[in-house]
């Protein structure tokens, strides 16, 4: 089997929320340049862009050019 097995939206959601707040706390520990925030940042960017492409729909750009 190939690739990671979908995961639900909500599996994903939960996923982000745990990843942000280990973040906070390595943030808080280490500061936010300490090589394992920006490892943290990086996997939730990762999280992030992934909720992004599944679960959120492109808006139309003309929506807005009306005037």
């Known amino acids: 089997m190939k690739g990671h097995t979908a995961v639900s939206k909500?599996?994903?959601?939960d996923k982000i929320e745990n990843k942000?707040?280990?973040?906070?706390?390595i943030?808080?520990?280490n500061g936010l340049n300490s090589p394992l925030a920006i490892q943290y940042s990086q996997e939730l960017d990762n999280l992030l862009n992934h909720y992004n492409q599944r679960f959120i729909k492109k808006t139309?750009?003309?929506q807005y050019s009306h005037a």
Not at 10 to 13: D, G, K, T, V
């Open 10 to 13: 909500q599996e994903l959601l």
């Open 20 to 25: 942000r707040a280990q973040l906070i706390d």
């Open 27 to 29: 943030v808080a520990a």
């Open 60 to 62: 139309n750009s003309s």
